[in-house]
């Protein structure tokens, strides 16, 4: 009950510097009430740590979500601006540019603090570096949960004010390995080197699909998982030698952890895998929902915005999901395989359904293969990474054996990916998000209480909602150039509209990339509202390289007729003012505004609609 406590003090705040910071009167009281709770419901000797949890998770919050509420005065939006800031952490890479989170205390002079994505494609400058650059600031349209992306722009220099010599050391030695690695091995499989070891996106769109398709996307994201794995690697070999040696292990994870730059999110996987292995090695590891909420605790309490971070609940939910298949015995050795790894998608699965749309009916078989494979990979990549920066020679002499091991992880990936049934879209509501959190509880509760009975109604109400979800369909919006491209896909017809380009909203995107995570192999219907120019015409010929093949294309007559006649057999052209009507889509198209309407339920303009589940 202990550890309960100390989470919900956290908890508590972080809502309280919530409510200072937004002058929210109803959160403070609530957060109040519920550390006065709290502290009648603890035992005397333990109310001093629930008051210093409540107090450390309330002054972070307090420094931390400033940030996260702060917009920007639309005077400086969409133009040229002179920009202070201070690097927040070491850079990422989307295709050839370096991504660096940058905190701004300054635009044009005016103090000005939120969190701003800056792309480039000169050499990102260090963590920690005071920098100013002068950029374009767009705002997008995202929800709370990706608040870091709020804000974007594109710098070509920086001038580093002041930078800190061991985060530029680190910030080199990074550099240097994505430059050895890529000179050493094959494309992809260095890419994938790098992503499971350093936690960077290296990965071109279709690798990473692959991999967000079938929920095996989890190797590269730096995690507990992967910690986990370097903790018994290293543990292993010290373990017939010294009975410190989880003491030992846990320093070379927290070298790793510096070594590739000591992120925010690791540092939560940091401190849980601290607090398991501690708990076991002090003789309290019986429990290890105790030792799951002390670490969760000491999370929230240490990084606020983790409250906020879907990667930080998919990582308790998983140890979570570990808590509740020990629960039960399962005699038959086959299905005793896919225990954990079923266990784990299942309790994963509502956020994996509500913030990513993707139902993989094959994740639970292909992360048996995984899972084992990553746990031998990832020892193997840090050795090599170790040998790439010592001799560029001795590397090359096992590159071969390299790319043979990272090739069988990347192909078999891509070929489950590529299975017809191997995963499907889909979209659920908040209350169906609720719902099926609330079958998952039952489903537990059941499990610990070995009730028979409230096991099978948990897992029919969660069936349920799952294919009701299913049977409506999804809507998602992408951009590229200057073109939006809105992607409609029921359960057996998938339409797709390009038009031209509003505002921020929507992600940029690759277009055959972007439909074939969607899972679309076919598309019904094609709308083109707009003349496109060659390099956006050429992402939808590129359609067919990915299999995607057309139907059926309506497009206006400002389009170019040439290029229309050339690509398609199946086409129809109508005045820019037209209104298409199939029984269930209704598309309503002038000059100035396009309506959507499917099943009767108005999809379009966005305004119409929850930003954050692109649901209907």
Request: aromatic fraction near 14%; charge should be positive; proline fraction near 2%.
């Amino acid at each position: 009950m202990l550890s309960l406590f100390v989470v919900l003090s956290a908890v508590a705040g972080v809502v309280a510097g919530i409510a200072l910071i937004t002058k929210s009167f109803i959160l403070l009281t609530i957060a109040i009430l519920a550390l006065f709770v709290i502290l009648l419901l603890t035992k005397k000797a333990f109310i001093i740590g629930i008051i210093f949890f409540f107090c450390v998770a309330f002054v972070n919050s307090l420094f931390t979500f400033k940030t996260v509420f702060n917009k920007l005065d639309s005077s400086f939006l969409n133009k040229e601006v002179e920009v202070t800031g201070t690097v927040t952490d070491y850079f990422d890479l989307n295709g050839e540019n370096f991504l660096i989170p940058v905190e701004t205390s300054s635009i044009n002079g005016v103090p000005s603090r939120i969190v701003l994505k800056v792309s480039t494609r000169t050499t990102p400058p260090p963590r920690g570096a005071k920098i100013s650059f002068k950029a374009k600031i767009k705002e997008n349209a995202v929800s709370i949960f990706s608040h870091n992306n709020r804000y974007s722009s594109y710098a070509n220099n920086f001038k580093v004010l002041n930078q800190n010599k061991f985060y530029s050391f680190v910030n080199n030695l990074k550099l240097r390995i994505i430059k050895e690695v890529r000179l050493t091995l094959r494309s992809e499989e260095g890419n994938l080197l790098l992503s499971s070891v350093l936690g960077i996106n290296t990965l071109e769109a279709d690798s990473k699909a692959a991999f967000q398709a079938t929920n095996t996307a989890h190797i590269f994201a730096i995690s507990g998982f992967n910690l986990a794995i370097i903790y018994s690697f290293i543990n292993t070999i010290f373990k017939g030698v010294t009975l410190f040696s989880p003491l030992i292990s846990l320093v070379f994870v927290f070298l790793f952890t510096v070594f590739i730059g000591f992120k925010f999110s690791v540092l939560r996987a940091l401190i849980m895998l601290i607090v398991l292995v501690l708990s076991l090695y002090l003789g309290r590891g019986k429990n290890l929902m105790n030792s799951l909420l002390v670490a969760v605790g000491v999370i929230i309490a240490i990084s606020p915005t983790s409250i906020i971070s879907v990667s930080f609940y998919l990582s308790c939910i998983a140890i979570f999901g570990l808590v509740v298949a020990d629960k039960i015995e399962i005699k038959n050795k086959f299905l005793r395989i896919f225990e954990t790894s079923g266990f784990v998608s299942l309790f994963e699965s509502p956020i994996i359904y509500f913030f990513f749309n993707t139902l993989s009916f094959i994740s639970i078989f292909l992360n048996v293969i995984v899972i084992p494979l990553t746990a031998v990979l990832l020892p193997i990549g840090i050795i090599f990474i170790i040998i790439v920066l010592i001799s560029n020679g001795i590397a090359q002499f096992f590159a071969p054996l390299i790319n043979f091991f990272y090739g069988i992880l990347l192909n078999i990936t891509k070929f489950a990916a590529n299975i017809s049934f191997a995963f499907t879209r889909i979209n659920i509501s908040v209350l169906g998000f609720v719902l099926l959190s609330v079958a998952l509880c039952l489903f537990a509760f059941a499990i610990f209480k070995k009730k028979r009975t409230l096991i099978i109604a948990g897992l029919i109400m969660y069936f349920l909602v799952v294919l009701f979800s299913l049977f409506k369909g999804q809507f998602q919006i992408g951009t590229f150039k200057n073109v939006e491209a809105i992607m409609i896909k029921t359960y057996n017809k998938t339409y797709l509209i390009i038009k031209d380009r509003e505002g921020g909203s929507g992600e940029e995107i690759y277009l055959p990339s972007f439909l074939a995570e969607m899972g679309v192999k076919n598309i019904d219907d094609l709308f083109i509202l707009k003349n496109l120019s060659v390099d956006e015409a050429m992402q939808l010929i590129n359609l067919k390289d990915k299999s995607i093949y057309t139907d059926s294309v309506i497009a206006v007559d400002s389009v170019d007729m040439d290029f229309v006649k050339a690509h398609f057999s199946n086409y129809k052209i109508v005045k820019e003012d037209f209104t298409f009507d199939n029984g269930k889509l209704k598309v309503i198209s002038n000059k100035n505004s396009l309506r959507i309407i499917l099943n009767n339920t108005q999809v379009y303009p966005v305004e119409s609609m929850d930003l954050s589940q692109n649901t209907y």
